[in-house]
């Protein structure tokens, strides 16, 4: 199984980014997903689920901002990052629900 994250960057404060997570080697689509994210010196932490039929939540820090969203045909789960803040910079993970793989994480950086 693979989890191939990318979309990460540096932005300034008030940008936007668009981050992908490709699944490869299992069945995508019977998989709720989830993206988390960890900033240096912090626990890692849920940021966006999405379940199988396409139900969202959102930590409360981002709600608003942030929006999860899935493509079955093309095995990929999406987080669309509006009005990014300093305090969102870290490495974001995806993760499917319910196994125990990771993806390799991809750096968002946010500048004020």
């Known amino acids: 199984v693979q989890l191939q994250a990318s979309g990460g960057g540096s932005v300034q404060a008030g940008g936007s980014l668009k981050l992908s997570c490709k699944v490869i080697?299992?069945?995508?689509?019977?998989?709720?997903m989830d993206w988390y994210r960890q900033a240096p010196g912090k626990e890692r932490e849920m940021v966006a689920t999405?379940?199988?039929?396409?139900?969202?939540n959102y930590a409360d820090s981002v709600k608003g901002r942030f929006t999860i969203s899935r493509d079955n045909a093309r095995r990929t789960a999406y987080l669309q990052m509006n009005s990014l803040k300093p305090e969102d910079t870290a490495f974001y993970f995806c993760?499917?629900?319910?196994?125990?793989?990771w993806g390799q994480g991809t750096l968002v950086t946010v500048s004020s």
């Open positions: 999405i379940a199988v039929r396409g139900t969202q």
């Open positions: 080697g299992m069945n995508f689509s019977i998989y709720g």
């Open positions: 993760h499917p629900q319910t196994t125990a793989y």
